[in-house]
């Protein structure tokens, strides 16, 4: 038996990197999840390899209509979803001074807004089941930033605040709502990444373990926050 038999998950961001790690985890683990992501071609091969337990649902998080969509062909495919993990966004190094507005909005929309839109439409949904897990991916930037990443950053620190509301608003539904704020990881928000050592950077696999056993918890309990660090991270104990 898995840790997730007979649960319904949705993944946003799953065509690569820690989404898609997560959402084979959750299949592995005997959930039945739909992959959403604006790349169909990632998205239906990993849903063939995976099996019938994935559906894979182009979506482009940022739309309000593909949310609703990507929840309504859930239900169809599989009931009520009992976990939302909202992994989309992308992350920018563009100066400060030289941000445009627009990209600006679209960092928002991406990292922040579909967070918001995926989690109301989720708990929605939940109310009814009186249980239910929202999952967001935050970063370690919402507190310690890297230069050049406002836009990032500001989404990324919104998104800490934004869990302790809905952790207050979803409690008395049985809905719980946590957030893992990951160190460096291997995956295409950082290219390169994969060249560092191994103590200083973590795999998605490393990621997704941690996510999966948030899910998997009682549904008494809940992991409200979690920070987790490759051990060579150079994040504690600056000078």
């Not at 989309?88 to 928002?108: M, Q, R, Y």
């Not at 109310?127 to 989404?155: C, F, Q, V």
């Amino acid at each position: 038996m898995g840790t997730l038999d007979g649960k319904i998950a949705i993944v946003t961001g799953a065509s690569s990197g820690i989404g898609a790690g997560i959402a084979e985890m959750f299949v592995a683990e005997g959930a039945s999840v739909a992959m959403a992501a604006r790349r169909t071609d990632r998205l239906e091969e990993r849903a063939k390899r995976l099996g019938p337990k994935s559906l894979a649902v182009r979506t482009d998080v940022t739309q309000e209509a593909d949310v609703i969509a990507l929840f309504n062909a859930t239900e169809k495919a599989f009931g009520i979803p009992h976990i939302l993990v909202n992994c989309a966004g992308f992350a920018d190094h563009t100066p400060t001074d030289e941000l445009s507005f627009e990209a600006w909005n679209k960092i928002v929309a991406t990292n922040l807004s579909s967070v918001f839109l995926c989690a109301r439409e989720a708990l929605r949904r939940m109310k009814p089941l009186r249980r239910g897990r929202i999952i967001t991916i935050g970063s370690i930037s919402a507190e310690m930033p890297r230069p050049n990443a406002i836009g990032y950053a500001a989404t990324k620190g919104a998104i800490h605040s934004m869990n302790h509301s809905l952790a207050l608003d979803a409690r008395p539904f049985g809905i719980t709502a946590s957030v893992l704020h990951p160190g460096s990881t291997v995956s295409e928000l950082s290219p390169g990444m994969e060249k560092r050592p191994k103590s200083n950077t973590m795999a998605t696999e490393d990621v997704a373990r941690a996510i999966t056993l948030m899910a998997s918890l009682p549904n008494e309990t809940n992991i409200l926050e979690l920070t987790m660090l490759p051990v060579d991270q150079p994040y504690l104990g600056r000078s």
